[in-house]
């Protein structure tokens, strides 16, 4: 997860060595810094990556 500004722009050298299984996900007006505590920001964080370890490390 990144900031919109740059998070295209970091995503794409991990989701060549991926295979295609990275996906960017982008908080509306979150910076990196938010991610860390601010609840309006983490929450939607978290349930983006409850669901995509659930499908990708599922086993």
Known sequence: MAPAASGERLLQP???R???RAHLVVIDGATHI???DKDEY???AVAKLTEFFGK???G
């Open 42 to 44: 983490v929450t939607p």
């Open 34 to 36: 938010d991610l860390y």
């Open 56 to 58: 990708h490390l599922a």
């Open 18 to 20: 991926a295979g295609g």
């Open 14 to 16: 991990g989701s060549d």
